[in-house]
């Protein structure tokens, strides 16, 4: 079951980043990718994963040691737990990007391999928007208060 939940994991986020780097002004896109609970299957998925082995996780991730959490991921189960909770967290902060630079207008085309970037290097991903987002302002709305 456990090879079965790694391979549903990235199977259950992909289509969100599908919409955001392939068809990102499909008006369905915004309507989707609006929501936080785009990234719930994989959260599912990791408590699937991660509840039952409660009892060895929370002291691991309590009081972290380096040999801990490394037997901690060092199993299957682990392992797919972890990636889980990448998946999740990388679809969460591509989620973020994505509707920030909407509302900075950047361009597909700078958007796409960013978003890559934070599928696959997640951290790094989100370091490089955080660093190209800083051409791009967003505009002040009369609701913001600042005129």
């Not at 391979?7 to 002004?25: E, G, K, Q």
């Not at 299957?76 to 990636?83: F, H, I």
Request: hydrophobic share 60%; aromatic share 8%; no cysteine.
């Amino acid at each position: 079951m456990t090879g079965a939940l790694f391979t549903l994991t990235f199977a259950l986020a992909a289509p969100f980043w599908v919409l955001m780097i392939l068809l990102p002004r499909w008006p369905v896109t915004s309507r989707i990718i609006a929501s936080p609970l785009i990234v719930a299957p994989v959260l599912v998925v990791y408590a699937v994963l991660v509840l039952p082995a409660l009892g060895d996780v929370l002291p691991a991730v309590a009081s972290p040691t380096l040999e801990g959490i490394r037997d901690l991921l060092g199993t299957d189960d682990g392992a797919a737990a972890a990636w889980a909770h990448m998946i999740a967290f990388d679809l969460f902060v591509g989620r973020w990007a994505w509707l920030d630079s909407r509302e900075r207008r950047m361009p597909t085309l700078v958007m796409a391999p960013v978003l890559v970037s934070t599928i696959l290097l997640g951290p790094i991903g989100l370091a490089v928007y955080l660093a190209v987002r800083t051409r791009w302002t967003r505009p002040i709305s009369p609701s913001d208060g600042r005129a």
